[in-house]
């Protein structure tokens, strides 16, 4: 079994995933410039509100250093419903590039995604029907990385059924016992798992400097992406292909 979640599985079509930046604005730095392109890119496609500071719906973005490098990375939440994880930019010398992994460009459910800042690590969890999957990946030299995957349908049975469960890791089936030995060393690490929606769409204050807050460019030109999954996440899957699918312009 992939480990891309139950509702949230995301396939591009021929993703680039950098957008240019001409030049640096005075009194923002190159990351805050990138997002801010980024967020308008996303603003302007159909299904991303803008709400207000103080609502909880809707689309809704944040930040957060994952490797302890100095830039945050930038995190889209579409929504806050189950079927929909977030999409993740870093910035690369200006550059802002959507991080994936195995496929997957969409991480968590309910709008949210799990990070370990310590570990350099991003947790995509996700729980239904008595299915739980949770993987594991590491930012590494501005890639996302797979480090682990783990799926179990135990709780899909009653007590007396239990035995028929399936426990997966790295989507190779093993014992109860081999599972709990390799999801060991997981077990201890502290997450933080509310990453996604601090701020609004329409809020860009966290991107802007306190001497200037420069509107971001024009979107550039795309293409769209196909996805696998629900209709809730089919707009995970459109969007994410359409702000990797960048022309240079």
């Not at 930012?139 to 797979?146: A, I, R, T």
């Amino acid at each position: 079994m992939k480990p891309t979640g139950l509702l949230a599985a995301v396939i591009g079509l021929s993703l680039v995933t950098s957008v240019p930046v001409s030049a640096r604005e005075a009194g923002q730095l190159d990351w805050q410039i990138a997002y801010q392109k980024v967020l308008t890119t996303y603003s302007r496609m159909q299904g991303f509100q803008g709400g207000t500071s103080k609502e909880d719906l809707g689309s809704r973005w944040d930040l957060y250093d994952v490797n302890g490098d100095g830039t945050p990375e930038l995190f889209i939440s579409p929504d806050n419903s189950h079927a929909n994880g977030v999409m993740v930019y870093t910035c690369l010398s200006g550059d802002p590039k959507l991080l994936q992994a195995d496929g997957q460009q969409a991480f968590g459910e309910f709008g949210l995604t799990a990070v370990n800042a310590q570990g350099h690590m991003i947790g995509s969890f996700h729980t239904g029907s008595g299915v739980e999957m949770r993987s594991y990946y590491r930012l590494e030299k501005g890639e996302l990385v797979l480090i682990d995957s783990f799926m179990n349908d135990e709780e899909s049975y009653p007590d007396t059924q239990k035995n028929k469960a399936v426990w997966q890791h790295n989507e190779k089936s093993i014992s109860k016992e081999e599972y709990e030995t390799a999801y060991a060393p997981y077990a201890d690490i502290v997450w933080k798992e509310d990453v996604g929606r601090r701020y609004a769409f329409n809020d860009r204050s966290p991107l802007a400097s306190e001497l200037q807050n420069a509107g971001a460019a024009d979107p550039p030109d795309m293409k769209t992406a196909l996805i696998a999954g629900s209709a809730a996440a089919l707009v995970v899957a459109l969007v994410a292909g359409i702000v990797s699918k960048l022309i240079r312009r």
